[in-house]
């Protein structure tokens, strides 16, 4: 007597099975086939799939490369208000310097100047800072491409050299070691009125933070000339404070909040730049909705090959009926089919995905030389080149997504054929 306990169930795809949904792909059209089709199914989600890492990558590359460059740029954390202006200021500072993940802690000036250089004149943001203090942020000091930070903050006041973002240099059309003129448009009270504060500085270096906004609008000037220039003897406008984390400061704003008074304004980065991450964000998920009904459309083209598939192989639907093959049988060979359609497009397109994102500045690169054009503008789109960053767990999503739509699209017609009666597909054979 046979131990039941000793019978192996039956696979839940058999050999065959897989066999017979490969033979059935590769037919030729007038053997039944749905080579074209077959194609162009997996073109189509290749295309969709490639597309939406793509998109997804860059918009996350945007999301990071700003972010990177909008906390390395600007301050944390700002106090501003009463508790500045006193007495007690330089206490406040040494306490907050003494909070656990607090890296640095400076005062700041601040003002809108106009500057005047090479004919030309523009405004700009004069921010007022210690020689110590542009060392430590490295967004500035590690990117000078022209002349050099050496004489920042040196001598009698601080001296007279200032940094400009490189942009703002080209509309001035100076370079460094030029002089240029900051007019302080809060000037001083004489007999005739009011009348702006000027004076001439020299040009010691050029920075390039990648962001037009900034390259075309900052200026860093020793704070001791910047008090002078707008007429704050020896007063600040702000404490500006760094911190370890910039994504988690809470617990450090709420001790400085704390530490300050409720006199004192305490706010941070994302006070200032919320808006603009939270339309990213809104944008991010707006567009990966849009591209997964593009998946999903994509995948509907397999309905089209399967159904046909089914139609043209009615007889031998029929013929394997008769011979045992149960509805189950059927329904798993045509299954195959099509979700083996639905992998390949997958699988191509998550390596032409990954693929693109990973030389898309070379891409960028060779259309620009290519067609003669700027396609990826700073002026509009706040970055030089295109950033990509791929998230794994998003690319792990967008294949799931692109088999789960497969699936959808393949078990109804793979359903109705399992449901062929045998005896109607051979009454006209």
Not at 96 to 119: D, E, F, H, S, T
Not at 195 to 222: H, N, R, W
Not at 254 to 273: F, K
Not at 297 to 311: E, F, Q, R
Request: glycine letters at 10%; hydrophobic letters at 50%; aromatic letters at 8%.
């Amino acid at each position: 007597m046979n131990d039941v306990s000793s019978i192996k169930p039956a696979p839940a795809f058999s050999a065959w099975e897989f066999g017979l949904a490969m033979r059935y792909l590769r037919a030729r059209r007038k053997d039944g086939g749905i080579a074209l089709i077959a194609i162009i199914s997996t073109i189509a989600i290749t295309l969709a799939v490639m597309v939406l890492i793509i998109v997804t990558s860059v918009m996350n590359g945007f999301r990071s490369e700003l972010l990177t460059r909008i906390v390395g740029f600007n301050p944390h954390i700002y106090v501003e208000g009463p508790p500045i202006e006193g007495p007690g200021r330089d206490n406040l500072v040494a306490q907050i310097k003494r909070i656990p993940g607090v890296v640095q802690v400076a005062p700041m000036v601040v003002n809108q100047a106009l500057l005047q250089g090479g004919g030309q004149v523009q405004g700009a943001i004069v921010r007022g800072v210690p020689r110590q203090t542009l060392y430590e942020t490295a967004m500035v000091h590690k990117n000078i491409k022209h002349g050099s930070d050496a004489g920042f903050g040196v001598g009698e006041d601080g001296g007279d050299e200032i940094l400009l973002g490189d942009r703002l240099a080209d509309i001035l059309n100076v370079t460094a070691g030029q002089p240029v003129t900051v007019i302080s448009p809060s000037g001083t009270t004489t007999v005739m009125g009011a009348m702006p504060t000027q004076k001439p500085y020299i040009v010691g270096g050029l920075f390039s933070i990648g962001m037009a906004e900034y390259d075309q609008t900052f200026v860093f000037m020793p704070i001791e000339q910047a008090q002078l220039l707008f007429g704050k003897d020896g007063q600040w406008d702000q404490i500006a404070v760094n911190v370890k984390d910039p994504d988690h400061l809470d617990a450090i704003k709420s001790r400085i909040a704390e530490l300050a008074g409720h006199d004192a304004q305490v706010t941070d980065w994302r006070d200032s730049n919320s808006s603009f991450f939270t339309a990213l964000q809104v944008e991010k998920y707006a567009m990966l909705i849009i591209l997964m009904c593009v998946v999903l459309i994509a995948a509907l083209n397999i309905i089209t090959g399967i159904i046909m598939l089914v139609k043209n192989k009615g007889r031998d639907i029929a013929i394997l009926r008769t011979m045992g093959a149960g509805e189950g049988s059927v329904l798993r060979i045509f299954f195959i089919a099509g979700m083996t359609l639905g992998g390949i497009g997958t699988v191509t397109g998550l390596v032409l995905g990954v693929l693109f994102c990973l030389f898309i500045q070379n891409i960028q690169s060779l259309i620009e030389h290519v067609f003669g054009v700027n396609v990826f503008s700073s002026d509009v789109y706040f970055l030089s080149h295109i950033p990509a960053r791929i998230d794994p767990l998003e690319v792990v999503f967008v294949v799931g997504w692109s088999l789960l739509a497969a699936c959808i699209a393949t078990l109804p017609p793979a359903w109705n054929a399992s449901r062929l009666d045998p005896v109607e597909a051979l009454r006209y054979e």
